[in-house]
């Protein structure tokens, strides 16, 4: 069974950055796809970034582009999404999941995932 360790949310002013990582530990890295998905207050869970480490395939939310960038670490079984020039709406639980078989873009823009961590805390305001 995964477990999952997500780090790195918080309180940050507008512009700023965070990076969140995710320890993924109880099988094997390699083949799965890794996936950040946001639930903002009173919004639908949104898909903000994923990536495939079979052949390192990314998908990218339109709404963070330029923004935002995901990138794994298969030593340390850790999934990063660094987080740069921060707005408020970007405010939200940002949770780790993991997808056994989805391809990058559908598990990111249909949210369809095998597991999912507890999520970690992102709060951008002045």
């Known amino acids: 069974q995964l477990q999952f360790v997500e780090s790195g949310g918080g309180l940050v002013q507008p512009g700023g950055s965070l990076r969140l990582s995710c320890l993924v530990s109880?099988?094997?890295?390699?083949?799965?796809?890794f996936g950040w998905f946001r639930q903002a207050p009173g919004k639908e869970q949104e898909g903000i970034s994923c990536?495939?480490?079979?052949?390192?395939?990314?998908y990218l939310s339109d709404s963070v582009k330029g923004r935002f960038t995901i990138s794994r670490d298969s030593a340390k079984n850790t999934v990063y999404l660094q987080m740069n020039e921060l707005t408020p709406e970007d405010t939200g639980v940002y949770y780790c999941a993991v997808s056994y078989y989805m391809k990058v873009e559908a598990m990111c823009v249909h949210g369809v995932y095998d597991h999912r961590g507890q999520g970690t805390q992102v709060t951008v305001s002045s």
């Open positions: 990536i495939r480490s079979s052949d390192d395939s990314r």
């Open positions: 109880g099988s094997t890295f390699d083949y799965y796809a």
